[in-house]
C-alpha cells in the first residue's frame, strides 16, 4: 500500500534516481570514513615508531654507560 502510494507521489523512475544518488552517496560516506581510520591509524604507527626509537636509543646509551641528569 505504501510502496503504491510512495510510486504515485514521486513516480517510479524519480525513486530509482533517488536510490541510486543515495547509494552513491552512502559509498562515498564509507570511503571518507575508511580514510579518516587510515589517517588515525597512519597517526598511531608513526607515534609509535617515536617512541619505540626513543626507546632503542635510550637503551643505546645506558649500554655505553651514559648517565642521564635526572630532572
Request: hydrophobic residues 40%; aromatic residues 8%; proline residues 1%.
Given at each position: 500500500?505504501?510502496e503504491?502510494?510512495?510510486?504515485?507521489?514521486?513516480?517510479?523512475?524519480?525513486?530509482?534516481?533517488?536510490?541510486?544518488?543515495?547509494?552513491?552517496?552512502?559509498?562515498?560516506?564509507?570511503?571518507?570514513?575508511?580514510?579518516?581510520?587510515?589517517?588515525?591509524?597512519?597517526?598511531?604507527?608513526?607515534?609509535?615508531?617515536?617512541?619505540?626509537?626513543?626507546?632503542?636509543?635510550?637503551?643505546?646509551?645506558?649500554?655505553?654507560?651514559?648517565?642521564?641528569?635526572?630532572?
Amino acid at each position: 500500500m505504501t510502496e503504491k502510494f510512495v510510486k504515485k507521489l514521486f513516480g517510479e523512475k524519480d525513486i530509482e534516481a533517488i536510490l541510486r544518488r543515495l547509494n552513491r552517496l552512502t559509498q562515498d560516506e564509507t570511503k571518507l570514513t575508511a580514510a579518516q581510520i587510515l589517517e588515525v591509524v597512519h597517526g598511531l604507527v608513526q607515534n609509535m615508531r617515536v617512541v619505540t626509537e626513543g626507546e632503542r636509543i635510550y637503551q643505546a646509551r645506558q649500554s655505553l654507560g651514559v648517565e642521564y641528569p635526572s630532572f
